[in-house]
């Protein structure tokens, strides 16, 4: 069966989105929601989901248009002359492919910006890119070293092979999915889990139950439809992204929604839920091949679960590397 996440982006950075994510959630299709650190409105947004624990947080990693977490004076590659995070993926990218990005500092705000959310009391499940830039290759290796320090199993493939248009945010689009494509298996062989498709991307900010119902028409294997809901006044005067947040928040409550998934068989679901299942299946795996190896299971688990947190194995962790090894069954992690 087709599994489908529904995520809402960018809570944290003004109230009305928080709030239209919360609301997305109690009445409508949303399970999970990824809240940016450097946003203005972060504290609204950590006291609304403590109190709704049903709902998976994630942190949405931000590299452009905010205030960086750290003081400018030590992220200085990645501040414009203001001080500010640079003011989009365009220049971020152009910075990057000159060389002048350093990622040492990317990986300490990335580091600072989960502590800054756990300061806030924030369990966070899963993690993503504010405009998607955690694919950059060197970003994301440094993204998957935080998210590993904080227990995060799952982070997002923003792969959207929508359909083939002419124009910059298609042909984007399109560079994106051959960034995303890279970085799956990057991520997989580290441990985490991740989606295998994603869609909603090229056409964020424009989400009505027709265009979604469309959508889901390519969901397939694990699917993230990724959303940008928000009600309320003073959005579009403190973000000029020409979204139609209301419209995209009012369609996540439409009932026809559910219909559609129920209609092509997509079964929404929790990211916790899909963690869980994947650690479930890898337990079993290992505990069939208990039968055919003398290698103790308890130390093989241990070995498994120090390799995915990008541990330094114990000496009965590495024995059991050893003769998994022997017997090969064992890939290189990565």
Not at 86 to 109: F, I, N, Q, S
Request: proline content about 4%; glycine content about 8%; hydrophobic content about 40%.
């Amino acid at each position: 069966m087709t599994r489908l996440v529904v995520t809402a982006d960018d809570l944290g950075l003004h109230r009305g989105m928080t709030d239209a994510a919360i609301r997305g959630h109690e009445r409508g299709v949303v399970t999970a929601c990824s809240i940016s650190a450097c946003g203005l409105d972060v504290e609204h947004a950590a006291d609304s989901v403590r109190r709704l624990p049903s709902l998976d947080v994630g942190i949405h990693f931000t590299l452009v248009e905010e205030r960086p977490v750290l003081p400018a004076a030590k992220v200085k590659s990645l501040v414009s002359r203001d001080g500010r995070l640079v003011p989009g993926h365009r220049e971020l990218v152009m910075r990057y492919a000159a060389g002048r990005l350093d990622l040492d500092e990317v990986e300490e705000e990335l580091r600072a910006q989960a502590a800054r959310l756990r300061d806030l009391g924030v369990t966070l499940l899963h993690a993503n890119g504010h405009q998607h830039l955690h694919v950059l290759p060197g970003v994301f290796e440094r993204l998957l070293r935080v998210a590993s320090e904080l227990g995060i199993r799952y982070v997002r493939i923003p792969d959207d092979r929508a359909e083939r248009a002419w124009g910059f945010r298609s042909l984007s689009v399109a560079a994106l999915a051959i960034l995303a494509r890279r970085a799956a298996p990057i991520a997989r062989r580290r441990g985490f889990v991740t989606n295998d498709v994603t869609i909603g991307i090229r056409d964020a900010g424009h989400l009505d139950v027709a265009t979604i119902a469309k959508l889901l028409d390519r969901a397939s294997g694990l699917t993230e439809l990724v959303t940008h809901p928000g009600i309320g006044e003073g959005l579009a005067s403190r973000y000029d992204w020409r979204y139609d947040w209301q419209a995209e928040a009012d369609a996540l409550c439409d009932p026809r929604l559910r219909d559609e998934c129920e209609r092509r068989g997509i079964e929404i679901v929790q990211i916790r839920d899909v963690v869980t299942a994947s650690e479930e299946r890898k337990a079993d795996l290992w505990g069939r091949r208990d039968a055919s190896s003398n290698v103790p299971r308890r130390g093989r688990v241990h070995l498994s679960r120090a390799l995915s947190r990008g541990a330094e194995p114990s000496a009965r962790s590495r024995h059991a590397a050893t003769a998994l090894r022997s017997r090969s069954f064992m890939n290189d992690p990565g």
